[in-house]
């Protein structure tokens, strides 16, 4: 069992993320786990390398600790319904798991009435860096709650009480949500979501809008509200607030839907293979 108090914790960058070294996160203790939950919120990513969750049910018992999990319904893992394959491989012509993953900025189920608290990715293949040691198929995660900070008094009061529309539509065809079943599409429809959300834990607040899933702000006519959407949409990516994961293969990655948002970037291509494996804690009704 590994204590809290010998963690051995570095910021990945200014504003996001921190990881945690010399850590088996299948040993760990309830200490540990609050502090890991506590960075979570506070740095909005916790980065955990050099992991082994063989078999699968160490990644779900390993979630379980940060609150229930969410069902998945395509790309499941076999047995596990909790756990969802990202990966561009394919098998007998047939996608091995879901391919398209956030290829946008946004924060995961924005478009739900409960919207998800954080993932969690496991990774089991990644694609090489190229000839010149650039990595490929990064992900890229912005602190939306220092965004919100940088914003002068005048915007804060204007964005005060604004609500946006969110909804699946918004997500490209072929992506993650367009290939839910029908009838779970149909229960998405649209929610309606503050513009800044109140951290549930921390109470702290940060811009929720984005690009992915956003598509207007309630009560402002169409040229105010895509104008609002484009000025908070550059405020959250910020380059200095941005972090770049770089992944390994072992690499548990965590991040908090109410803290950051993110982007996968798709530049790698078959014979570059990639597999994730993707668990989801469910969240609260955002405020």
């Known amino acids: 069992m590994l204590l809290e108090e010998k963690l051995s914790v570095h910021p990945c960058s200014p504003h996001v993320g921190a990881e945690i070294g010399g850590i088996d996160i299948t040993g760990i203790d309830d200490a540990t786990a609050a502090r890991i939950k506590a960075l979570l919120c506070e740095r909005g990513v916790v980065v955990i390398r ?27 893992l076999d047995g596990h319904p909790e756990i969802i394959k990202l990966s561009n491989i394919i098998e007998n012509g047939v996608p091995f798991g879901l391919k398209d993953a956030g290829h946008h900025w946004h924060s995961d189920l924005s478009y739900s009435e409960i919207p998800e608290f954080g993932a969690v990715l496991y990774a089991r293949e990644i694609p090489a860096p190229r000839a010149n040691g650039e990595t490929v198929g990064d992900t890229l995660f912005a602190n939306a709650q220092v965004a919100y900070d940088r914003l002068d008094d005048a915007m804060k009061q204007r964005l005060a009480g604004l609500r946006a529309c969110f909804s699946p539509s918004k997500v490209k065809t072929g992506s993650a949500r367009s290939i839910l079943p029908d009838e779970e599409r149909k229960k998405l429809g649209e929610v309606f979501h503050p513009v800044v959300r109140t951290h549930p834990v921390t109470g702290r607040k940060g811009i929720y809008v984005n690009p992915g899933h956003t598509r207007y702000i309630a009560g402002l006519p169409k040229e105010e509200s895509d104008a609002l959407l484009a000025l908070l949409y550059k405020q959250v990516q910020q380059p200095d607030l941005i972090y770049r994961h770089h992944w390994q293969v072992g690499d548990v990655i965590m991040w908090d839907n109410c803290t950051v948002q993110h982007n996968a970037v798709p530049d790698y291509a078959l014979p570059q293979r990639r597999l994730i494996l993707r668990s989801t804690i469910k969240g609260t009704v955002p405020f």
Do not use: S, W
Not at 54 to 75: I, M, S, T, V
């Open 50 to 76: 050099n992991q082994r969750l063989e078999p699968p049910a160490r990644l779900k018992d390993y979630c379980h600790r940060f609150g229930e999990l969410g069902l998945h319904h395509q790309f499941t």
